[in-house]
């Protein structure tokens, strides 16, 4: 391929440390860094060693002199009916209060501070507090359960949890500070304070003396508080986000500070082409890494206005995420698949009845793209619809059109070409060879990762390389874990994910995890989650569970007790967002002769296809069971 884009990618990998050297310029440094890229223990990467700078002052000190009275965030949350706008000056005054507040309560630099709040002010505020102070923010997604979060919280073992007495979902309370205590209660590294911003919706909420603190009387007590950025070497932690992958143990995903800035920043101009005193609007939650770098850090740091949006798409009617792109002067537009076929089942006259003119492109992420909805919005918007491929992992985009760089045309269902920085290979599982046109691979990156991705699994750099670097046996290369091919054109697709990861609506989950928390129903004896493809969201877990005792299911009556029991079990343990659309009882699963599940022919027979190899299967009447479980029998 020729081209300014392929130029432009070939340079990032050969001419890697005067293409980062240039990058590096969109952001501000303290101190110069020494060297652009210290790679001397493979795989770990450290970005702009030696420098030193602070995401918080780029993302808004930096901003006062030319644009500090631009709206810097605007919340927006159809669940309160609210808006609010802060100026760049006005959100430096909240992040330095907070940091006050923080302060006093014994947050110090290196600290981890979690954060389990819904998509509001105040947790933005936090946010950029802990980077302002140097602490390592580790937000949690709001729908995550009390073990889930307690699992969270021995990994990291904050000093503080920060949180609010609840949130709102299609108008429903759905109460937080109750689950904050029982997943403090379960812990067994406890933080030693918990701030709570009261947003009234919870009279009712738990206060535990001593321990909890209200924001707003802190908040009063720190009126006009400054504090100084900590400046901090490029590759010290800045935050850690918990994410799913084959084992039932979430892994604190780490990033650095320097590389992640600079990432940020390029990936604004390049792949998102949003520019200072423009609009972003990121429909994510903060729990979520799009939401890190695409609602917080990215357009901060670029200078622009950013969307906190609290909602659904549908609500108070299905036009007003466009309202909100006519009202607001949206440039760039991002959100997950899902919302878009959410969209699609209603009157497709919401997406012409506002003013899009605004609006340049929309970006999707987060789960695969399927080419009628690709097309079905393109078409609607008259707009470029950007599907790209990347990872919590990775941070920023690893697939996309650049067209920052160049205009290359779209083609529905694929999320183009390998950003720069990303040296993607497509290697065979068999022998790690190179696939050829057209044929399915495993995405690997060859490392070094670029800047922004994750420097290593929180506290445990040897899971870091082998859980991501040992798929090939000696050949040291990244594994996304996705299946991918490329055609003649040198246009990727996204075939799905090669381990038991599996994507709910765009939210990630591991189906050991599932597994694990089914596990926790007494009855249970053994049990499989699977994977199956559902129209709207993509995919949906699917639980087939052996019984201890049978007699519990022994009538139609006793049986759906029983499916609710172990969907229960799974609402407490991991959150309602994990909860198996139905869960089958068998008295078998199908195994091999040494004993490993065959998750794939169970997953292929739920989806009604051919299970595959099964010349190692150790009882055939197992499928049987799973066959006619799906068929309804
Ligand atoms: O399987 C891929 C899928 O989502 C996974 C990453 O999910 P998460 O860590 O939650 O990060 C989301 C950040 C956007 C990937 O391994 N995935 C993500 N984007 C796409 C995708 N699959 C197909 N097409 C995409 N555009």
Redesign the pocket.
Known sequence: MAGRYAEFHRRSIEDRDAFWAEQARLVDWHRPFDEVLDYTRPPFARWFTGGETNLCHNAVDRHLAARGDQPALIWISTEVDKVETFSFRQLHAEVNRTAAMMQSLGVARGDRVIIYMPNMPEAVFAILACARLGAVHSVVFGGFAAASLAARIDDARPVLMITSDGGSRMGKVIRYKPLVDESIRLSRHPPAKVLIFNRGLDSDMPRVPGRDVDWKELAARNEGAQVACTWLESSEPSYILY?SGTTGKPKGVQRDVGGHAVAMAASMRHIYCGHAGETIFTSSDIG???GHSYIIYAPLIAGMTTILYEGVPIRPDPGVWWKIVQDYKVSVMFTAPTAIRVLKKHDPAWLGRYDLSSLRHLF??????DEPTHAWISEGLGKPVI???????TGWPV?TAMHGVEKTPIKYGS?SFPAYGYDLKLLRESDASEAGVDEKAVVVIEPPLPPGCMTTIWGDDERFVKTYFSTFGKKLVYS???WGIRDKDGYYF?L??TDD?I?VA???LGTREIEEAIQAHGNVAEVAVVGVNDALKGQMPLAFAVLKDVSKVATPALRIDEEKAVMAAVDAQLGAIARPSRVHFVTLLPKTRSGKMLRRSIQALAEGRDPGDLTTLEDPTALDQIRSAVAGN
């Open positions: 994410t979520w890494a799009v999707l992420a987060g789960e695969p793209l599907d790209h491929y990347w990872q919590t992992e697939l999320p996304t874990f996705d996204i799905g994910r990861v994507n765009g939210h990630r």
